[in-house]
């Protein structure tokens, strides 16, 4: 299902720049690696652009290119 459009205008452009600036702040750090972050979905989906069901583990390289477009289903 994609979620809702008017849902994603309202709240998408606000999470993109945290997760922009989140991805950032973790590139900077020379432990990144080290680094665990238990999250949200939609900030898996924005930070790798993989969907992935409750309890799933996922390396994500924040010096690696974001993704590009994203398809925001649930």
């Known amino acids: 299902n994609l979620l ?4 994603v205008r ?3 452009p606000l999470a993109m720049a945290l997760w922009t600036r989140f991805r950032g702040a973790q590139a900077a750090l020379s432990d990144w690696s080290a680094t665990l972050v238990v999250c949200h979905w939609g900030f898996i989906m924005a930070m790798t652009g ?5 309890g799933t583990w996922l ?3 924040p010096t690696a290119p974001p ?3 994203i398809s ?3």
């Not at 993989?50 to 409750?54: C, F, G, L, R």
């Open 4 to 7: 809702a459009p008017a849902l």
């Open 10 to 12: 309202r709240w998408a």
């Open 50 to 54: 993989i969907s992935v069901a409750n």
């Open 59 to 61: 390396l994500c390289d």
């Open 67 to 69: 993704p590009g477009a």
């Open 72 to 74: 925001w289903r649930v």
